[in-house]
């Protein structure tokens, strides 16, 4: 097979892009909180061009195809994950102030996320935490998320890191190769709002020693 090659992100990678494999890797629950692609994808490009965010460029490996993203990876260290929430709050608030989400959004937002907070288990500050994993639908195949899932052990463990931990919808195709490479589910988890009224799968916290 053909070796798959990825580099760090950078801040001019098309951040629409991003924005599109981030939402993939959870559409109902992205959906539930943004209300669509029209609100999450000017406050991702805000968060990938900065930094300390949950999705910023500088904590991502991509893969590129031509000018287009074919896979990326984004992670850190799980210290870093709560002050990078905070973080991205500040995007949004850059979003609004160049006018793509309205005040208005920005509550509305708020009061989802903090429901939708529930379905993730705590971070551990000890671990890798790989916030998104995905590839586009027409470069799926190619092995370019098993090599971006094993990029990020190895990375994990050269750091030092205990274990290398994920979120992931239980119905996310995803589950699979995370098995496969070693993961085991460490956590299930509802919240009622989200799950119950709205339909958002169980989400499962998923590990590997390392």
Known sequence: ????????GRPDMPADDAAALIYATGPASYDYIF???ARLAPIIRHAWR???TLYS????SVV???????GIEIGYAGEEFYARRDATAGAAAEAMKAGAVSFEDLTA???KADKASYLNAWVPPDVYYLMALAVPESQRGRGIGKALL???IDRARAGGYRALHLDVLSDNPAVGLYTAMGL????????PEPCRVHGIPMEMRMAITL
């Open 1 to 8: 097979m053909t070796e798959i090659a990825a580099s760090p």
């Open 35 to 37: 209300g669509g692609m």
């Open 50 to 52: 900065g930094d300390g």
């Open 57 to 60: 460029h500088e904590t991502a």
């Open 64 to 70: 590129m195809d031509g000018s287009t993203m074919a």
């Open 109 to 111: 937002i708020a009061e």
């Open 150 to 152: 094993q990029r990020a």
């Open 184 to 191: 085991t589910c460490v956590a299930e988890t509802i919240a």
